[in-house]
């Protein structure tokens, strides 16, 4: 049955059902071709594949051939002494003829995408091998060049803290390895640049995506934000944190179902005022007080600490929870990383400003290929379709698969749930038995760590607190009884190998049982829970997982509809496990359904930004490489440019005006960038009138870009008529105008019509628009 539905698939076409068994035959003559390239020299070896390429196909895929898969392979093996299976060998096929591949973990994907990237470079294109965080980027850049070397190919990688010029530098080597992000931050500072010296460019040809539906699917409703140092002196927060601390819960505030918003009861407000020497909140003088109060309530009772971000040298670090790492040089925007640096007892920072954005949807859509991997593509397939116009298809397991994954167990009680699930560890510790669990935030994992402390059980911990010591403790997660405990496992990367890294114990520890997945909650997504499954039956060895779920956790909460949570409520311990097996599954199905619809959601709303951002930018670039100073303005003031040429050069006029443009451009960008922020935070509410929000909100994003160049020509032409000769020569920064003297990127999602998260976010970004900015 299960080979009829596959065929059947295959045969209407359904995303995810694309069949590689027609690169079989070409994999099989390869290992026919290898023993062959045994007498080569490297340089021959890398004429050989040149040669083939140079007869195969064109346009933006490649047509894998043998003698290329044989070429590939054996770099491989001299290099890093593994030859590639036939399986990797298929799955790399795939990836050059331009699809998606699922792989399950452990079947080898860092050296498939390393061979792909080097198909790619040999015929002459320019690939980012793209991952979801820095660590994986670094590994496998370090891990792969040998290979890449051997056929006379230039690898880098860009980080987090990747100096700009040698960001320059590995942009221009065949191969480049990055977290996706990072791409995106250089291409939204590229945009800034006033100078092509400034640039970095990334080249956006070939984009071989690792961990692909985290990337494109899970990241996409994440926006690149760029935002710059503002000149304001940093918000005064420490009233307002004072404030705050005394208020009661449902007396002074109350916090909504699912712990999106907090708002200040009449009782809260009150008693504020009346500690403030009865004013009146709400009246203009103070409206700037209840705007830091609102910020301030937010930080302590909705942002947790060790959850959402940790505190460290003497700074706030944001926890990126998709990936479980820290977030460097990322904030909180409108304030909300000031109230809580406050709350912390921290220096606090000035505001930003958002310069600008871009979505990893759009960023990957402009490589001219994009193809991608992971070990659970199949069930993203068809928003890769929608959304990417991307086929994909599974190659399978390289050996059976031995792994036994109990049914879930679901409790009633938060505190039950993980006592069951320590007893387990613990019990299956005492055999040797290897176990990784899996929790849902830091936090989490230390309270488990220190349970099973007390239960006499050694555990190592893996959070974002230590994510800089991955590599070595994921290494040791599979010797002989090893505890690991871990937040998000999706993008670790690093195999847990039965026996250690080196598997010198591997017989005893299979005997075992192999690798047990304990689960501590489920994730929002099936696709993150079957990734923590996936660690354990490596490569045919045995493993098991269980799941301890309970209905009291967020999941659920959050997602489960009413009448289901009202159930639990009355009925409790009395419904089996096949009926709380069922409100859980509801609730992460519902949780899956909403992403899906974030997704949509922001992909129709950004095409008017993406599309005017594009028009703004073809005008900057050409005013950028001009020679003289832009039409518009000769049109406006050519006595002015006339006389301050006369009064110096043609040249020193020319860079002033190339230089006040470029800034005037900008901002009139920020400006309508935050306008149509402001638009859409409330566009919503436009259904209630009847109207497609998206619709409306294309027709006013529109109406708000008219006159867009007009204005900006207006205010480079009004700073250039006041500006005297003496001030030529001297830069913008004489004339009052001013960069950002550094950058960083916001920590935010993206929902147009109003998630939880964005909600709050939005609340605390009208609040700041209105009360502090004037802008509303």
Same mark, same amino acid.
């Given at each position: 049955m299960k080979h009829v539905k596959a065929w059947l698939a295959r045969a209407l076409g359904a995303p995810g059902s694309v069949s590689f068994r027609s690169f079989? +035959?070409?994999?099989? #003559?390869?290992?026919?071709?290898?023993?062959?390239?045994?007498?080569?020299?490297?340089?021959?070896?890398?004429?050989?594949? $040149?040669?083939?390429?140079?007869?195969?196909?064109?346009?933006?895929s490649i047509a894998p051939t043998a003698k290329l898969l044989a070429v590939l392979s054996a770099a491989a093996e001299?290099? $890093? +002494?593994?030859?590639?299976?036939?399986?990797?060998?298929?799955?790399?096929?795939?990836?050059?003829?331009?699809?998606?591949?699922?792989?399950?973990?452990? %079947? +080898?994907?860092?050296?498939?995408?390393?061979?792909?990237?080097?198909?790619? /470079?040999?015929? !002459?294109?320019?690939?980012?091998?793209?991952?979801?965080?820095?660590? &994986?980027?670094?590994?496998?850049?370090?891990?792969?060049? =040998?290979?890449l070397a051997v056929l006379g190919l230039r690898v880098g990688w860009v980080g987090q803290l990747t100096p700009t010029a040698d960001r320059r530098q590995a942009y221009l080597c065949d191969v480049v390895y990055a977290s996706v992000s990072e791409v995106g931050y250089d291409v939204l500072r590229d945009r800034f640049a006033t100078t092509d010296a400034d640039r970095v460019r990334p080249a956006l040809d070939v984009a071989i995506v690792d961990e692909a539906d985290a990337v494109m699917i899970d990241?996409?409703?994440?926006?690149?934000? &760029?935002?710059?140092?503002?000149?304001?002196?940093? %918000?005064?927060?420490?009233?307002?944190?004072?404030?705050?601390?005394?208020? #009661?819960?449902?007396?002074?505030?109350?916090?909504?179902?699912?712990?999106?918003?907090?708002?200040?009861?009449?009782?809260?407000?009150?008693?504020?005022?009346?500690?403030?020497?009865?004013?009146?909140?709400?009246?203009? =003088?103070?409206?700037?007080?209840?705007?830091?109060?609102?910020?301030?309530l937010h930080a302590h009772v909705l942002i947790e600490r060790d959850v959402d971000y940790?505190?460290?040298?003497? !700074?706030?670090?944001?926890?990126?929870?998709?990936?479980?790492?820290?977030?460097?040089?990322?904030?909180?925007?409108?304030?909300?990383?000031?109230?809580?640096?406050?709350?912390?007892?921290?220096?606090?920072s000035s505001a930003g400003?958002?310069?600008?954005? $871009? @979505?990893?949807? *759009?960023?990957?859509?402009?490589?001219?290929?994009?193809?991608?991997?992971?070990?659970?593509?199949?069930?993203?397939?068809?928003?890769?379709?929608?959304?990417?116009?991307?086929?994909?298809?599974?190659? *399978?397991?390289?050996?059976?698969?031995?792994r036994v994954d109990e049914p879930q167990r679901v409790f009633t009680n938060d505190r039950e749930r993980t006592d069951a699930a320590a007893r387990e560890v613990r019990d299956r510790h005492r055999t040797g038995q290897p176990v990784l669990v899996g929790t849902q935030s830091v936090a989490a994992s230390d309270e488990f760590a220190a349970l099973l402390a007390r239960l006499g059980v050694p555990a190592r911990v893996l959070n974002a607190r230590n994510d800089e010591d991955e590599a070595a403790v994921i290494a040791r997660a599979g010797e002989f009884g090893a505890v690991t405990i871990s937040t998000q496992m999706s993008g670790r990367g690093t195999d847990i190998r039965l026996g250690?890294?080196?598997?010198?114990?591997?017989?005893?520890?299979?005997?075992?049982?192999?690798?047990?997945?304990?689960?501590?909650?489920?994730?929002?997504?099936g696709r993150l829970d079957a990734q923590l499954r996936g660690r354990a039956g490596r490569q045919g060895d045995p493993g098991c997982s269980v799941t301890f779920v309970s209905t009291q956790d967020e999941l659920v909460q959050a997602n489960a509809p009413a009448h289901l949570l009202e159930k639990t409520r009355r009925k409790g311990t009395r419904l089996d496990q096949a009926a709380l097996g069922r409100i859980v599954d509801t609730a992460q199905r519902i949780a899956e359904g909403i992403r899906r619809d974030r997704h949509r959601d922001t992909w129709d709303f950004t095409r008017a930004i993406v599309r005017q951002r594009d028009t703004v930018l073809a005008r900057r670039e050409e005013v950028m490489d001009a020679a003289d100073?832009?039409?518009?303005?000769?049109?406006?003031?050519?006595?002015?440019? #006339?006389?301050?040429?006369?009064?110096?050069?043609?040249?020193?006029?020319?860079?002033? @005006?190339?230089?006040?443009?470029?800034?005037c451009l900008d901002e009139q960008w920020r400006?309508?960038?935050?306008?149509?922020?402001?638009?859409?935070?409330?566009?919503?509410?436009?259904? $209630? /009138?009847?109207?497609?929000?998206?619709?409306?909100?294309?027709?006013?994003?529109?109406?708000?870009?008219?006159?867009?160049?007009?204005?900006?020509?207006?205010?480079? /032409? +009004?700073?250039?008529?006041?500006?005297?000769?003496?001030?030529?020569?001297?830069?913008?920064?004489? &004339?009052? &105008?001013?960069?950002?003297?550094?950058?960083?990127?916001?920590?935010?999602?993206?929902?147009?019509?109003?998630?939880?998260?964005?909600?709050?976010?939005?609340?605390?970004?009208?609040?700041?628009?209105?009360?502090?900015?004037?802008? #509303?």
């Amino acid at each position: 049955m299960k080979h009829v539905k596959a065929w059947l698939a295959r045969a209407l076409g359904a995303p995810g059902s694309v069949s590689f068994r027609s690169f079989r +035959g070409i994999v099989e #003559e390869a290992g026919r071709w290898h023993d062959r390239t045994a007498g080569l020299t490297d340089a021959e070896l890398v004429r050989s594949a $040149l040669r083939e390429l140079a007869t195969g196909g064109g346009g933006t895929s490649i047509a894998p051939t043998a003698k290329l898969l044989a070429v590939l392979s054996a770099a491989a093996e001299r290099s $890093l +002494g593994q030859r590639a299976f036939d399986e990797q060998l298929l799955a790399c096929c795939a990836l050059l003829a331009g699809h998606c591949v699922e792989l399950d973990t452990g %079947e +080898g994907k860092t050296l498939v995408g390393a061979l792909a990237a080097a198909g790619f /470079a040999l015929a !002459g294109r320019r690939v980012h091998v793209l991952s979801v965080n820095d660590y &994986l980027a670094q590994r496998d850049a370090e891990w792969m060049s =040998p290979l890449l070397a051997v056929l006379g190919l230039r690898v880098g990688w860009v980080g987090q803290l990747t100096p700009t010029a040698d960001r320059r530098q590995a942009y221009l080597c065949d191969v480049v390895y990055a977290s996706v992000s990072e791409v995106g931050y250089d291409v939204l500072r590229d945009r800034f640049a006033t100078t092509d010296a400034d640039r970095v460019r990334p080249a956006l040809d070939v984009a071989i995506v690792d961990e692909a539906d985290a990337v494109m699917i899970d990241e996409a409703l994440s926006p690149l934000v &760029l935002a710059g140092s503002s000149p304001d002196a940093p %918000e005064d927060f420490a009233l307002a944190d004072a404030l705050v601390r005394d208020l #009661e819960p449902g007396t002074d505030f109350a916090v909504d179902a699912d712990r999106a918003t907090v708002t200040l009861t009449d009782a809260g407000l009150d008693r504020l005022e009346a500690r403030l020497g009865g004013v009146n909140l709400y009246e203009e =003088p103070h409206s700037d007080t209840l705007t830091r109060i609102n910020l301030a309530l937010h930080a302590h009772v909705l942002i947790e600490r060790d959850v959402d971000y940790l505190v460290v040298d003497g !700074g706030i670090k944001l926890i990126n929870t998709t990936r479980g790492r820290l977030a460097h040089q990322q904030r909180w925007p409108d304030g909300l990383h000031a109230a809580i640096e406050a709350k912390e007892q921290l220096e606090v920072s000035s505001a930003g400003v958002i310069l600008d954005t $871009l @979505t990893v949807h *759009d960023l990957l859509r402009r490589c001219e290929t994009l193809v991608g991997m992971s070990g659970t593509v199949i069930a993203v397939a068809e928003e890769l379709a929608e959304f990417y116009e991307l086929t994909s298809g599974r190659v *399978d397991r390289r050996l059976p698969n031995r792994r036994v994954d109990e049914p879930q167990r679901v409790f009633t009680n938060d505190r039950e749930r993980t006592d069951a699930a320590a007893r387990e560890v613990r019990d299956r510790h005492r055999t040797g038995q290897p176990v990784l669990v899996g929790t849902q935030s830091v936090a989490a994992s230390d309270e488990f760590a220190a349970l099973l402390a007390r239960l006499g059980v050694p555990a190592r911990v893996l959070n974002a607190r230590n994510d800089e010591d991955e590599a070595a403790v994921i290494a040791r997660a599979g010797e002989f009884g090893a505890v690991t405990i871990s937040t998000q496992m999706s993008g670790r990367g690093t195999d847990i190998r039965l026996g250690g890294l080196d598997e010198r114990d591997h017989a005893r520890v299979a005997a075992t049982g192999g690798l047990a997945v304990v689960q501590i909650g489920r994730y929002p997504s099936g696709r993150l829970d079957a990734q923590l499954r996936g660690r354990a039956g490596r490569q045919g060895d045995p493993g098991c997982s269980v799941t301890f779920v309970s209905t009291q956790d967020e999941l659920v909460q959050a997602n489960a509809p009413a009448h289901l949570l009202e159930k639990t409520r009355r009925k409790g311990t009395r419904l089996d496990q096949a009926a709380l097996g069922r409100i859980v599954d509801t609730a992460q199905r519902i949780a899956e359904g909403i992403r899906r619809d974030r997704h949509r959601d922001t992909w129709d709303f950004t095409r008017a930004i993406v599309r005017q951002r594009d028009t703004v930018l073809a005008r900057r670039e050409e005013v950028m490489d001009a020679a003289d100073p832009p039409i518009e303005l000769t049109e406006r003031i050519a006595a002015e440019l #006339e006389n301050l040429t006369a009064a110096a050069s043609a040249a020193l006029v020319s860079e002033l @005006t190339r230089s006040v443009t470029l800034w005037c451009l900008d901002e009139q960008w920020r400006d309508h960038l935050a306008n149509l922020s402001e638009i859409r935070d409330g566009i919503h509410l436009r259904a $209630l /009138a009847g109207v497609k929000p998206r619709d409306e909100f294309h027709r006013i994003a529109l109406r708000e870009f008219a006159g867009f160049f007009t204005a900006a020509f207006d205010r480079a /032409a +009004g700073i250039v008529r006041g500006v005297t000769a003496d001030q030529l020569g001297r830069g913008i920064g004489a &004339l009052g &105008l001013r960069r950002p003297s550094a950058t960083w990127t916001y920590m935010m999602s993206d929902n147009p019509l109003g998630s939880p998260l964005d909600r709050a976010g939005s609340q605390m970004g009208r609040w700041m628009r209105s009360r502090v900015y004037r802008i #509303e």
